[in-house]
């Protein structure tokens, strides 16, 4: 699990020299579109701290007392949050022209949930 969150790190640096070159390029789409410029913005960075987030919590989910399935869902539950809450962001507004999100924002909801039931998880493990 620990090797595919230390794959999407490089995809976390491309996002950012993504959203660098629009802005230096004043891109169409981007900068005249708050809304789509907000939640791109919202993805990197999220993307960017729970990827780190869940690299440390991988640490600690062999150190619970929880069952190997328990453990699995942990792992697993907290890994999906840093692919599920950008992704939500990002295509839910992925057209320029978009100035609402549309249903694929319900992944970066999909993603909170997976976070706190991996997190609880984890944390009730480690007690």
């Known amino acids: 699990m620990a090797g595919v969150l230390l794959i999407t790190v490089p995809l976390v640096a491309y996002g950012g020299t993504t959203l660098l070159t629009f802005l230096m390029r004043n891109v169409p789409g981007y900068l005249d579109n708050p809304v789509r410029r907000g939640l791109w913005r919202a993805g990197h960075a999220h993307a960017g701290v729970l990827v780190l987030f869940a690299l440390v ?68 493990g480690l007690l």
Do not use: C, H, K, N
Not at 86 to 93: A, K, N, R, T, Y
Not at 96 to 117: F, N
């Open 57 to 124: 919590a991988m640490l600690y989910v062999d150190q619970t007392g929880l069952p190997e399935p328990a453990r699995m869902a942990a792992r697993v539950l907290i890994a999906a949050a840093p692919i599920l809450m950008p992704l939500g962001f990002f295509l839910s507004v992925l057209r320029p022209r978009d100035t609402r999100p549309s249903r694929l924002i319900w992944l970066a909801v999909a993603g909170g949930v997976s976070l706190a039931a991996g997190t609880l998880t984890l944390g009730v």
